[in-house]
């Protein structure tokens, strides 16, 4: 991608497949669950893999909020690639979310924050 970075509502408006694949990246989460022996790999069970982690990142507020994201968007990248008809959007205030086929969304940036905390 050439030029500044765009924001990732931008992105996920204009180019929403190069959207999905930022956000499967999650490179600092998948980090720290290799160090701990879990596979992120996309599935439902990694998912509850990664919530037995020891939170060793409490101490580090920056760490915090970027493991929060990525967290929030590896549970997203989880529920758009396992539930038919799951797709990522943009909600009322700007930020991704998974929009369910019931028309529910979920926040999962919000989610990941919170189970990082």
């Known amino acids: ?14 180019d929403p497949r190069a959207a999905v694949e930022l956000f499967a990246e999650c490179e600092l989460l998948r980090a ?3 160090e701990a022996g879990v596979v992120l790999d996309d599935s439902p069970e990694s998912l509850e893999a990664l919530d037995q982690l020891l939170p060793r990142w409490r101490s580090d507020p920056e760490l ?17 690639r396992t539930v ?14 998974v929009l369910l086929p019931s028309g529910r969304e979920l926040a999962v940036v919000e989610d990941g924050l919170s189970w990082a905390e």
């Open 64 to 80: 915090l909020d970027h493991l929060g994201n990525d967290a929030g968007f590896y549970l997203g990248t989880v529920v758009a």
């Open 1 to 14: 991608m050439d030029g500044p970075p765009r924001p990732v509502g931008e992105l996920l408006e204009q």
């Open 84 to 97: 038919p008809g799951a797709v990522w959007r943009l909600g009322g205030d700007g930020t991704p979310v």
């Open 32 to 34: 720290e669950a290799a």
